[in-house]
C-alpha cells in the first residue's frame, strides 16, 4: 500500500495576516489560504465585507482588524492586537494597494504620498514586526503584491510605479535582514487582474483601449486566483528556498 504524498501548500497550523482582504487579490488570497488549512487575520477599511468574508471562510479561528494603512504609524499596534487577539503569526500577504491615474504634471503631493503610505511604507511597518519574538517564532514568509507596473512602467502610472518598484528593494534588503530568523520576504509582480480596482481602470476605457491593453496579456487578462495560487506557493513549503525575489505572474504581459 503506498503512503499518500504529503500536500507541500498544505499550511494547516499556520496563520497569516491578509491585507486587502475585503476585495480582489487580497480576498481570494485569504480564501485560498484558509482552503489550505491556514487560520487568517483580515485587514481593510470595511469591517462589513471582512465579516461576512471571515465567517465564510472554511476552518475556525479567523478574525477580522478594520484599519486605515494609511496611518503607518498606527500598524505596530494593528499587529499587536492581531497577535494578542489571534496567536503567532507565520506570515503576512501585503494585498491591500490604491492607484491614481495622472500625469506626473498634475499629480499633487498629498496624492502620491498617500500612494506610497498604503502601497509601500504600510509594507515595511507590518513585515518589520516578523522579526519580533512575540509575533513570529520560528520562520515565516512575508510576499507583497506589487505590480508590472514596476517593472515596465506606464503613462500615467508614475506615483504607482514608485510605489511598486520600491517594494522590489524593500523585499530583498528585507529578505537579507530576515533570512538568519528563517523568515522569507518575496514580491509578486501581477499584469492586469480583473478585480474591483481593474473595473475602476476599465470604466476610463473605451472597446479599443480595453482591446489594446488586453492584447498586451498574450494568456489574456489574469483572474484574482492567478494571483492567490502564486501566493500560497511562496508561503508554503513549496517556496522554502526562495526570498528576495520577485514572482511575475502577468500572462505574458513581460515576455516580449
Ligand atoms: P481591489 O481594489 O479589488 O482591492 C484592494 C483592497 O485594498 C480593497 O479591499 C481596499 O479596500 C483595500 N485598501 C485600499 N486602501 C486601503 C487602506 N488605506 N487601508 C486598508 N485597506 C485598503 O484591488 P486588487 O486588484 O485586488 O489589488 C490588490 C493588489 O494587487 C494591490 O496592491 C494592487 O496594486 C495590486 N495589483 C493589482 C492589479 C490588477 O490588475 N488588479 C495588477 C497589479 C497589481
Not at 63 to 74: E, F, I, K, P
Not at 127 to 135: D, G, L, S
Not at 225 to 234: K, M, S, T, V
Amino acid at each position: 500500500m503506498n503512503t499518500p504524498l504529503p500536500n507541500p501548500l498544505d499550511l494547516t497550523d499556520c496563520r497569516y495576516l491578509v491585507t486587502g482582504a475585503a476585495s480582489g487579490i487580497g480576498r481570494a488570497t485569504a480564501s485560498l489560504f484558509a482552503a489550505l488549512g491556514a487560520r487568517v487575520s483580515l485587514i481593510d477599511l470595511d469591517g462589513g465585507l471582512l465579516g461576512e468574508l471571515a465567517d465564510s471562510l472554511p476552518g475556525g479561528g479567523h478574525d477580522y482588524h478594520v484599519h486605515d494603512l494609511a496611518d503607518v504609524d498606527g500598524i505596530d499596534a494593528l499587529v499587536r492586537k492581531v497577535v494578542s487577539e489571534g496567536g503567532l503569526l507565520h506570515g503576512m500577504v501585503h494585498a491591500a494597494g490604491t492607484q491614481v491615474v495622472m500625469p506626473a504634471r498634475d499629480i499633487k503631493p498629498e496624492t502620491w504620498r498617500h500612494i506610497l503610505a498604503v502601497n509601500t511604507e504600510a509594507a515595511l511597518a507590518l513585515a518589520r514586526n516578523m522579526a519580533r519574538k512575540r509575533v513570529c517564532q520560528g520562520g515565516g514568509s512575508v510576499v507583497f503584491i506589487s505590480s508590472i507596473m514596476a517593472l515596465a512602467g506606464g503613462a500615467g502610472s508614475v506615483a504607482y510605479s514608485m510605489s511598486k518598484s520600491a517594494l522590489h528593494g524593500l523585499a530583498r534588503s528585507l529578505a537579507l535582514e530576515l533570512a538568519p530568523i528563517g523568515v522569507r520576504v518575496n514580491c509578486i509582480a501581477p499584469g492586469f487582474v480583473r478585480t474591483p480596482m481593474f473595473d475602476r481602470l476599465e470604466r476610463g476605457w473605451d472597446a479599443a483601449q480595453r482591446d489594446a491593453v488586453e492584447a498586451l496579456h498574450p494568456l489574456g487578462f489574469g483572474e484574482a486566483e492567478d494571483i492567490a495560487h502564486a501566493a500560497a506557493f511562496l508561503v508554503a513549503a513549496t517556496g522554502r528556498w526562495i526570498t528576495g525575489t520577485v514572482l511575475v505572474v502577468d500572462g505574458g504581459y513581460l515576455a516580449k
